[in-house]
């Protein structure tokens, strides 16, 4: 099937600082790629969808000026945490998909980045 | 809202049992249902998919059906190994015609299966 990268997979920063996680999609052109935020025991938490060479559609209650998302290509997709604090703690997971707004376009799911925040 | 609600785990089984996982939702529209399975280290990874009511999604021996009625979609296997042992997630998704291309997800159900 297809393959979803993610780097880091893991990163630990001081609060106040930006983080970048990339997902890549290796072997296909994802159209359309969303980002999930998933906390220990919980599900995963849709944050945006974004489509590429369009701005994110960021689901309610997510900050989109410290959630700050670019899908500059058809394979590359990135999150920036900014200013992260200890909150922002999680799991973050990434999918991609290569079909359009329609019931049974698979997603393919990154294996997700743990960010830690000292 | 819609929402998804999955059994809590961790649940243990001996190698040949019998797995239940059970999983309810609630949605408007007509939702398209998913398992998905997370192996330790790990992406998710599409199990088993039903995208209308009565019908069965079934793989590697795992079998689940789309019950409108009770709103469920409820993951079985007959006789489970070892390599089983991951955390499974069941979600759902609407089309763009439902109010928009989502997946939600429940808790997931870690399952540990012993030799």
């Known amino acids: 099937g297809a393959v979803v990268s993610q780097h880091p997979s893991w990163v630990i920063c001081k609060s106040g600082t930006s983080v970048k996680i990339e997902c890549r999609s290796l072997?296909?052109?994802?159209?359309?790629m969303f980002w999930y935020r998933q906390f220990p025991k919980q599900s995963l938490m849709l944050m945006a969808t974004?489509?590429?060479?369009?701005?994110?559609?960021?689901e309610q209650g997510v900050e989109k000026d410290k959630f700050l998302i670019n899908h500059a290509s058809l394979t590359l997709s990135t999150l920036t945490v900014t200013s992260a604090h200890p909150e922002d703690s999680s799991f973050y997971i990434c999918?991609?998909?290569?079909?359009?707004?329609?019931?049974?376009?698979?997603?393919?799911f990154g294996p997700g980045t743990r960010l830690t925040v000292l | 809202g819609d929402s998804v609600t999955q059994m809590e785990g961790p649940v243990t089984l001996s190698e040949e049992a019998f797995l239940t996982i059970n999983c309810t939702y609630t949605?408007?529209?007509?939702?398209?249902l998913f398992w998905y399975v997370q192996y330790p280290g790990e992406g998710l990874q599409l199990l088993l998919k039903?995208?209308?009511?009565?019908d069965k999604g079934s793989n590697k021996g795992f079998e689940a059906t789309y019950r409108k009625e009770t709103t469920s979609f409820h993951l079985e296997k007959g006789s489970v190994q070892v390599s089983d042992s991951a955390v499974y997630f069941c979600?759902?998704?609407?089309?763009?015609?439902?109010?928009?291309?989502?997946?939600?997800f429940g808790a997931g159900t870690r399952l540990f299966v012993k030799a």
């Open positions: 999918s991609a998909s290569s079909g359009g707004p329609a019931d049974g376009n698979e997603q393919f």
């Open positions: 072997d296909f052109q994802a159209t359309t």
């Open positions: 974004s489509n590429e060479g369009s701005k994110a559609t960021y």
């Open positions: 949605a408007t529209g007509y939702p398209s």
């Open positions: 039903a995208t209308k009511a009565d």
């Open positions: 979600a759902l998704r609407k089309g763009a015609h439902t109010g928009g291309f989502k997946t939600i």
